[in-house]
């Protein structure tokens, strides 16, 4: 079972960036699809990025061309870089495979976009 760890989050105005960072306690990324996502309150948690073992990318419409995703496999450790940021995307961010597994969901990191 493998440990992620969330970090980066804050409070950012309207058109902000934030880049978050998401720890993994074991070599993982060359072999596994890798996603970031969120839940906002009173809504279901969705995936926003994912980034394949050979670097694909994938993003959701609502943040296309706003986020990118990458990883480090060196540090063992995925990013999720966020520019001009909306309101819309306050929500609590974690990390998991794709698809997610239940035990490795970690606390996530709070990201909240207002002016």
């Known amino acids: 079972q493998v440990q992620l760890v969330e970090s980066g989050g804050g409070l950012v105005q309207p058109g902000g960036s934030l880049r978050l960072s998401c720890a993994a306690s074991?070599?993982?990324?060359?072999?596994?699809?890798m996603g970031w996502y969120r839940q906002a309150p009173g809504k279901q948690r969705e995936l926003v990025a994912s980034?394949?073992?050979?670097?694909?990318?994938n993003y959701a419409d609502s943040v296309k061309g706003r986020f990118t995703i990458s990883t480090d496999n060196a540090k063992n450790t995925m990013y999720l870089q966020m520019n001009s940021l909306k309101p819309e995307d306050t929500a609590v961010y974690y990390c998991?495979?794709?698809?997610?597994?239940?035990?490795?969901w970690g606390q996530g990191t709070q990201v909240t976009v207002s002016s």
């Open positions: 998991n495979v794709v698809p997610p597994q239940v035990a490795s």
């Open positions: 074991r070599s993982m990324f060359r072999i596994l699809t």
């Open positions: 980034i394949t073992s050979g670097g694909s990318t």
